[in-house]
């Protein structure tokens, strides 16, 4: 069977209906040959959530700066809420499904960003142990994986770009594919921009093409294949007939880079 690792993100997470398209479709994967792995985000729900504790959030380059206070807000909408929801959504669909954290296993092994500025609670993983992966693939359960990582014996708040991006990596995943609100790589004009490599990236980045939340997105990528992935999908949804297509290489709606 052939591996992938999908990552869902944006609104999509929380639109009712799309979610259910789209976890219906995660659910086929393994009757079609593929062991998946769904790592998620949840930014729509920390934000409600962190309303709670009437703190702005704030954002440096695309991360979210996290006070110890948010840093409890975010492990529980992720780990909690947004983990669990996914695999019930999974099971409902015949799908048998685990959730899980970084933490769990050390799955993601994290030391405390320190380049550019100080984001507070926020990692950057150095080591990655799939074993607790490969092992849920091979008693026939799909893992649903919360970013939340683990060092020096606390939580590490973690881009869930970057943690399913060293997950692909560490899996040797056949798919790598980062699923959102947004279609792809957009260019000046709006545009979705089919194809993309290394230098195209950083020139686009230069110009203000690329901007936001999209900037890790794609830096994560492009490191991920100078390790060795061969073809990254950062895609919009549509329905499930394209989506299942483009795990295939049947089309491509989105951007590809390799």
Sequence with gaps: ?????VKIGGSLAIDEAKLLDFIHSIAKLPALGYKVALVHGGGKDI???IALL???????????????NIMKMV?????????????RMLENEGCPAVGISGIDGKLFEAK?????????????????NPKLVTDLWNAGWAPVVSP?????????????????SELAVALKAEKFLLVSDVPGVLD????VISNLDEQKVESLIADETICGGMIPKVRESVKALRR????????????????????NGEINYGTILE
């Design 1 to 5: 069977m052939k591996t992938v690792v």
């Design 188 to 191: 000046k004009q709006k545009n």
């Design 148 to 164: 939340i990582s683990i060092g020096s014996g606390v939580a590490w708040n973690v881009n869930a770009d970057t943690a399913a």
């Design 75 to 87: 492990e529980m909408t992720l780990s909690g809420y947004v983990n669990k929801k996914l695999v």
């Design 47 to 49: 934000n409600e959530n």
């Design 228 to 247: 060795g992935l061969k073809q990254i999908h950062i895609l919009g949804w549509k329905n499930s007939e394209h989506f299942v297509k483009q795990i």
């Design 54 to 68: 009437s703190e702005e959030p704030q954002f440096i380059e695309g991360l979210r700066v996290t006070t110890p």
């Design 112 to 128: 405390k960003r320190e380049s550019g500025a100080d984001l507070g609670c926020v990692g950057n993983i150095c080591n990655v």
